[in-house]
């Protein structure tokens, strides 16, 4: 996939460090958020959701967290990973399926 | 499960010509969307279908796009005639259902228009 390259916002952390990538998003009446992940080449991977009625999700490694009050969205990744390099999207919806897809964020994670 | 399928992955044309991306869903799945991703505008719907009936096409650029899904195992991305500024990256993605945001995306169909 073509990701926005030397546009795109840069993290950089060190391999075991926690990772917390951030979003806002601008659309009062989405009530479904959702982080995705895209390697190199690849298409985005969804990771994790969370609805409106929520302010916190975990999965495995990975917690979103939403605050409304704000419109900010954020996905922390636990022990960061060489593997979890990639560039992050946070996407938002009114309504399920139709999503629109924020800018993206480059992780680097450094050995 | 071999996924979304796109072809062709890379594509190189000259302006003026038509363009034709295909797409295979994940078997099942009942649900197809096309995405286009620029550096300028990152990632874009450009429309989606449910049962084969085009739902939203309110992304697509103009009247040189159409797509097309004869049945539920392949839809089409047609541009006709293309220009440069189509270059880009075209993604297929499908789900089941509708009350999901969890879109399994193919590996994307690179198309660069001189």
């Known amino acids: 996939g073509e990701n926005v390259g030397l546009h795109l916002p840069t993290l950089s952390v060190q391999e075991g460090d926690n990772s917390i990538i951030n979003c806002a998003y601008s659309?009062?009446?989405?009530?479904?958020f959702i982080w995705y992940k895209q390697e190199s080449g690849k298409g985005p991977q969804f990771i994790i959701d969370i609805r409106s009625n929520m302010d916190k999700r975990q999965g495995q490694r990975v917690t979103v967290l939403l605050n409304k009050t704000v419109k900010h969205l954020s996905l922390q990744i636990a022990a960061t990973q060489p593997g979890d390099s990639a560039v992050y999207f946070c996407?938002?919806?009114?309504?399920?399926?139709?999503?629109?897809f924020g800018t993206g964020t480059r992780l680097q994670v450094t050995l | 499960d071999a996924g979304v399928i796109q072809s062709p992955r890379h594509e190189v044309t000259e302006m003026g010509q038509e363009v034709t991306l295909r797409c295979k869903p994940i078997s099942g799945h009942n649900s197809l969307f096309w995405y286009r991703q620029t550096m300028m505008r990152g990632l874009e719907l450009l429309i989606y279908f449910n049962n084969n009936v085009p739902i939203d096409d309110s992304g697509m650029p103009e009247d040189r796009f159409s797509a097309k899904m004869p049945n539920a195992s392949f839809s089409t991305l047609k541009i006709q005639p293309s220009e440069p500024r189509d270059s880009a990256v075209y993604f297929c993605a499908s789900i089941v259902g509708t009350n999901t945001g969890e879109l399994f995306f193919g590996e994307g169909s690179r198309l660069t228009v001189l």
């Open positions: 996407a938002e919806s009114p309504r399920y399926s139709k999503l629109t």
């Open positions: 659309n009062s009446a989405s009530d479904y």
